[in-house]
């Protein structure tokens, strides 16, 4: 047993050492053969590589950019493709496109087309889905681009502008009607002079009217871009109040409803006097219409820091707040109030004469003066809505006169 234990241990020994010795030979022959030219044999294949300058130019393009290899690899791609989900685990995420990547890279012809996208990680039913022009086109002979646009925000003005289109000639149509109508009526009762007034009455209600429309028009067109197109001048908030509460006055009195404004005064906004005053004066005359009778609406005036109201740069706000003990908003119609023509009543907007463009000019004016406007309410509570706005300073002569004492201004004014 001894022997053929020692016998078994050389055995080992001997292919150990032929082993080793192997190895040595075939590393050495490697050697020689790259010191001498020769191929050693086939390399493993590599991932194509993008033209040069290609990888610059998907750097700075707007559109989300995909290069796609011979097995449909995604060889690059941009942040905005992962971001709206169009690559997922290095493949391309959306079969519609995948589909022509590979029609294009058989005939090397460039496709288009239009397609609607749900957002990653939100339910098709929650979200407006996301509407996307994919272009596809060869890159070399191996390679192909996708190039997708999000158009989503374009369709979105094309649809507003389609509305704002129909709705104003359905607008304009009313009260053009009903003057047509009227001037025929008053033109039968010739012989009837109670007849003649009253229906002249009636016309001079819609002319106010198409005169209010036409003018809402003109206000809102120019401040729908937000931008600000005039110098802007110092403005005296009490002044803009003064001006919102003797614009409602005979409706509020009608209604016996009074209007209250209190809170800071001595404050001053810059901007265009106009624009805020139409924006201030549609907040308030909201509030009378959709309040029932012998009720109170209230104005508020506060200094506040954009800090701590928008997490901006430490600076000064001005808030003014319109409150009602109206009917209230839905919690689905407060996502819609400021669009162009919506009611949330249209039926009571026809008996108060509203065109649903107001708050639409409110939240315009807000933006092309670097403030917000927002919306609380409750159903059968009321509502309030507040603009905020960036603080101005008094004009000179009106800060040297601040010295002298005042009387307090009245806290309720109807």
């Given at each position: 047993m001894a022997a053929a234990?020692?016998?078994?241990?050389a055995?080992?020994?001997?292919?150990?050492?032929?082993?080793?010795?192997?190895?040595?030979?075939?590393?050495?022959?490697?050697?020689?053969?790259?010191s001498s030219g020769r191929n050693p044999g086939p390399e493993p294949p590599q991932e194509p590589a993008l033209p040069p300058g290609v990888d610059?130019?998907?750097?700075v393009l707007r559109s989300c950019a995909i290069v796609l290899g011979d097995g449909d690899e995604v060889v690059k791609a941009s942040s905005a493709a992962y971001a709206m989900g169009l690559v997922r685990g290095g493949k391309v995420a959306v079969d519609q496109?995948?589909?022509?990547?590979?029609?294009?890279?058989?005939?090397?012809?460039?496709?288009?087309?239009?397609?609607?996208?749900?957002?990653p990680g939100v339910p098709a039913r929650a979200a407006e889905p996301l509407a996307v022009s994919v272009r596809v086109a060869p890159l070399g002979s191996r390679l192909v681009l996708v190039l997708v646009e999000d158009r989503t925000?374009?369709?979105?003005?094309?649809?507003?502008?389609?509305?704002?289109?129909?709705?104003?000639?359905h607008e304009l149509k009313t009260p053009v009607g009903a003057l047509s109508l009227l001037s025929e009526a008053v033109a039968d009762a010739s012989d009837d002079p109670e007849a003649v007034?009253?229906?002249?009455?009636?016309?001079?209600v819609e002319a106010t009217r198409l005169a209010s429309l036409v003018q809402e028009i003109i206000d809102l067109s120019r401040v729908q871009d937000d931008q600000l197109k005039v110098d802007p001048e110092p403005v005296a908030v009490d002044e803009l109040i003064a001006e919102a509460i003797d614009r409602c006055r005979q409706t509020a009195a009608a209604k016996q409803i009074v209007i209250a404004a209190g809170g800071t005064t001595g404050l001053y906004l810059v901007g265009n006097r106009g624009q805020l005053a139409a924006a201030l004066g549609n907040l308030v005359e909201n509030a009378v219409n959709y309040s029932p009778p012998r009720t109170r609406v209230a104005i508020a005036t506060r200094r506040i820091s954009s800090a701590a109201a928008l997490g901006e740069a430490d600076g000064e706000l001005i808030e003014i707040s319109v409150t009602d003990q109206g009917i209230g908003i839905s919690e689905k119609d407060r996502e819609r109030i400021f669009e162009r023509f919506y009611r949330v009543d249209p039926a009571r907007s026809r008996l108060t004469g509203g065109t649903g463009l107001g708050l639409s000019i409110v939240k315009h004016v807000a933006a092309s003066h670097r403030g917000t406007v927002s919306v609380w309410s409750v159903e059968g509570q009321g509502s309030t809505f507040t603009l905020r706005l960036p603080a101005g300073q008094a004009p000179v002569e009106d800060r040297a006169s601040s010295a002298a004492p005042t009387l307090p201004a009245p806290e309720a004014r109807s």
């Amino acid at each position: 047993m001894a022997a053929a234990a020692a016998c078994a241990i050389a055995g080992l020994g001997v292919g150990l050492t032929a082993s080793i010795a192997f190895r040595w030979s075939e590393r050495e022959q490697g050697r020689a053969n790259g010191s001498s030219g020769r191929n050693p044999g086939p390399e493993p294949p590599q991932e194509p590589a993008l033209p040069p300058g290609v990888d610059t130019v998907l750097s700075v393009l707007r559109s989300c950019a995909i290069v796609l290899g011979d097995g449909d690899e995604v060889v690059k791609a941009s942040s905005a493709a992962y971001a709206m989900g169009l690559v997922r685990g290095g493949k391309v995420a959306v079969d519609q496109m995948l589909a022509l990547a590979r029609s294009t890279r058989r005939d090397g012809e460039i496709r288009q087309i239009e397609l609607e996208l749900t957002r990653p990680g939100v339910p098709a039913r929650a979200a407006e889905p996301l509407a996307v022009s994919v272009r596809v086109a060869p890159l070399g002979s191996r390679l192909v681009l996708v190039l997708v646009e999000d158009r989503t925000e374009r369709r979105r003005i094309e649809a507003i502008r389609r509305d704002f289109v129909a709705n104003v000639s359905h607008e304009l149509k009313t009260p053009v009607g009903a003057l047509s109508l009227l001037s025929e009526a008053v033109a039968d009762a010739s012989d009837d002079p109670e007849a003649v007034q009253r229906f002249a009455g009636r016309m001079q209600v819609e002319a106010t009217r198409l005169a209010s429309l036409v003018q809402e028009i003109i206000d809102l067109s120019r401040v729908q871009d937000d931008q600000l197109k005039v110098d802007p001048e110092p403005v005296a908030v009490d002044e803009l109040i003064a001006e919102a509460i003797d614009r409602c006055r005979q409706t509020a009195a009608a209604k016996q409803i009074v209007i209250a404004a209190g809170g800071t005064t001595g404050l001053y906004l810059v901007g265009n006097r106009g624009q805020l005053a139409a924006a201030l004066g549609n907040l308030v005359e909201n509030a009378v219409n959709y309040s029932p009778p012998r009720t109170r609406v209230a104005i508020a005036t506060r200094r506040i820091s954009s800090a701590a109201a928008l997490g901006e740069a430490d600076g000064e706000l001005i808030e003014i707040s319109v409150t009602d003990q109206g009917i209230g908003i839905s919690e689905k119609d407060r996502e819609r109030i400021f669009e162009r023509f919506y009611r949330v009543d249209p039926a009571r907007s026809r008996l108060t004469g509203g065109t649903g463009l107001g708050l639409s000019i409110v939240k315009h004016v807000a933006a092309s003066h670097r403030g917000t406007v927002s919306v609380w309410s409750v159903e059968g509570q009321g509502s309030t809505f507040t603009l905020r706005l960036p603080a101005g300073q008094a004009p000179v002569e009106d800060r040297a006169s601040s010295a002298a004492p005042t009387l307090p201004a009245p806290e309720a004014r109807s």
